[in-house]
């Protein structure tokens, strides 16, 4: 197993092999990433999934040894293992489809079959659907892991149906020294009052004038809102706001990813701030 993860995630790699080790082995689990690297998650996710290939070996007569598994494992070349990613910011149905048709088999080796789905919160209700029925009638030897950086960004049919566990935040306050910055912030909090649409040209030229510019700010704006999220810290704002707020900016930088008209977006994104509910 990973030295390092075991060293980052203590407290979630010491509940998994507890877990396993008393045989509370649940059929779904959405694990919360908060914010650490592609590579922590990674690992995090390969730690957990090769704790519940060992189970494998405790229970059957697995039909390969536990090296050659574990190797195949890190090349994800093991044909009862699938990783989803999205494709084009989605999870498409026909990727969940190819998972109900691969796993309808029995495993080639007799172990456990896993499917490992990132960022799920990029499903949408139509591909959600889709692997609906491997939660609500589960197979003992199917194991769904669904990962994403925000719980409550996942539709509520997948939340429901899910064991959560949260990795470990490594996050630093962030601090933030730029004033305007600031003052957006301040705009955010008291958006009702202060009507940011009336700041639209102001802050177009000041923090959002052009794609570069506009997505070093919002990783800033998501890095200090996260962490009051993470850490439970007042910020003068609802649990409900600052989950939407985040949302919001998630959705808002994701869409930075393509060709965008910079004033469309910005008022999109400022209308949907508007909206939040104080």
């Given amino acids: 197993m990973n ?30 990433t908060a914010n650490n690297s592609e590579e922590v998650i990674k690992e995090a996710v390969l730690f957990f999934v090769k704790k519940i290939y060992e189970k494998s070996y405790e229970n059957s007569e697995v039909l390969i040894s536990k090296e050659k598994l574990f190797h195949l494992l ?6 009862d293992y699938i990783e989803v990613k999205p494709i084009n910011n989605q999870i498409k149905k026909e990727q969940l489809l190819q998972i109900k048709n691969d796993f309808s088999n029995k495993s080639l080796y007799n172990t456990f079959k896993i499917y490992v789905v990132y960022e799920c919160d ?12 491997f939660l609500e009638e589960p197979s003992e030897n199917i194991i769904a892991l669904f990962i994403t950086s925000n719980r409550y960004n996942v539709l509520d049919t997948i939340r429901s149906r899910c064991q959560i566990l949260s990795l470990e935040n490594h996050r630093q306050k962030v601090e933030i020294e730029n004033q305007i910055l600031e003052e957006f912030v301040s705009n955010i909090k008291n958006r009702k009052k202060d009507n ?8 177009n030229n000041e923090l959002f004038k052009d ?18 999220l993470d850490n439970n810290e007042s910020l003068d704002l609802s649990l409900n706001e600052l989950i939407s707020i985040i949302s919001i900016m998630e959705d808002a930088l994701q869409k930075l990813k393509y060709n965008v008209n910079m004033k469309l977006w910005l008022d999109d994104f400022f209308l949907s701030l508007m909206e939040v509910d104080s």
């Avoid at 940011?196 to 802050?203: A, D, E, H, P, R």
């Avoid at 794609?211 to 009051?228: D, G, Q, T």
């Fill in 122 to 133: 990029r499903m949408n209700v139509n591909s959600a659907n889709t692997i609906l029925k």
């Fill in 211 to 228: 794609k570069k510019e506009s997505i070093s700010n919002l990783k800033i704006l998501l890095e200090y809102y996260k962490y009051f």
């Fill in 196 to 203: 940011l649409m009336l700041k639209f040209n102001y802050y």
């Fill in 74 to 79: 890190d090349l994800n070349e093991f044909p």
């Fill in 3 to 32: 030295i390092e993860v075991e060293m980052l995630q203590p407290r979630f790699c010491n509940y998994v092999t507890q877990a396993l080790f008393k045989g509370f082995l649940s059929h779904a689990y959405l694990i919360e």
